[in-house]
C-alpha cells in the first residue's frame, strides 16, 4: 500500500511539472515569435531615436502580452499609450485602471513602435535621453519614475523581461546589418534554451534516481 502510494505522489508530481513546464515554454514559444516579428522595428526606432531596443521589445511584450492582449490585438497598440489630449488618430475604448479609457488606435504595429518613440520625446521623458543607450536598467527605473505606468513594480518586471530574454544584445554596437542582428540573437536564444532543457532534464532524472534509491532502502 505504501509502494502504491509512493507511486501516486511521485506520478502527480511529475504530472505537475510536466504541466508547468509546458505552460512556461509556450509563453516563451510566444515571447520568441514577438521578437522574431517586431525586432526590426525596434532596432530601426533605436537607430533614428536613440531609445534601446531592449526597452522597446520588454515594452511591448510586458504592455500587449507578446501581442495577444485583446487590446493589442483590436488596435495594433503594443505599448499602453493612451489618448492623451493631443491625440487626433482613431481612438478605441477599453477597461484599464479605469471603465472604458480612451487608447490609440493604430493601423499596424510598425506605426504603434514609431508612435512610441515619439511618445517618449515629451519633457517628461527628458531625463530618458542622458541615459546610456545600453543601460537598460536605469532607462527601465526612470521610465517607471517618469510615471510611464502605473505599477510599482513595473521597474523589475520590465527588467526582467529583458534580461530573461536577453534583449540587451540587440543594443549592442554592431556594424552588422539588422537581419543578421536579429538572426545571431535567435541562433543565441535557441541554444541558451537547449542548455536549459538539458539541465533541466538531467535536475528530473537525478530526481528520478533518488526516488528509486529511496524506494529500495523501503
Known amino acids: 500500500m505504501k509502494k502504491f ?14 504541466s508547468q513546464e509546458n505552460k512556461k515554454e509556450k509563453v516563451t ?8 516579428k517586431y525586432a526590426v522595428f525596434a532596432i530601426e526606432e533605436m537607430e533614428k531615436f536613440g531609445i534601446p531596443a531592449s526597452i522597446k521589445l520588454g515594452q511591448g511584450i510586458l504592455e500587449s ?5 485583446s487590446l493589442s ?7 499602453g499609450i493612451k489618448c492623451g489630449k493631443n491625440w487626433i488618430g482613431d481612438v478605441y475604448y477599453h477597461d484599464d485602471d479605469l471603465p472604458k479609457e480612451c487608447f490609440r488606435k493604430y493601423n499596424s504595429v510598425q506605426e504603434s ?11 517628461r521623458y527628458y531625463k530618458l535621453f542622458f541615459l546610456k ?3 537598460y536598467q536605469a532607462w527601465a527605473t526612470e521610465l517607471k519614475k517618469a510615471g510611464y505606468a502605473t505599477s510599482l513594480n ?4 520590465l527588467i526582467d523581461q529583458i534580461e530573461k530574454y536577453c534583449l540587451w544584445k540587440f543594443d549592442q554596437n554592431t556594424t552588422s546589418s539588422i537581419e543578421k542582428r536579429i538572426d545571431q540573437y535567435l541562433n543565441y536564444i535557441k541554444n541558451k534554451n537547449q542548455d536549459s532543457f538539458f539541465k533541466i532534464l538531467s535536475k528530473k532524472l537525478r530526481f528520478f534516481i533518488n526516488f528509486l534509491s529511496f524506494k529500495k532502502i523501503e
Not at 502580452?65 to 492582449?69: A, N, P, Y
Request: zero cysteines.
Open 113 to 123: 513602435f514609431h508612435d512610441h518613440s515619439k511618445f517618449l520625446q515629451q519633457p
Open 133 to 135: 543607450k545600453n543601460d
Open 154 to 157: 513595473y521597474a523589475n518586471l
Open 65 to 69: 502580452s507578446s501581442g495577444k492582449s
Open 5 to 18: 502510494f509512493y507511486f501516486v505522489l511521485f506520478f502527480l508530481m511529475s504530472l505537475f511539472s510536466f
Open 29 to 36: 514559444e510566444n515571447v520568441i515569435e514577438y521578437i522574431k
Open 73 to 79: 490585438k483590436a488596435t495594433n497598440n503594443h505599448f
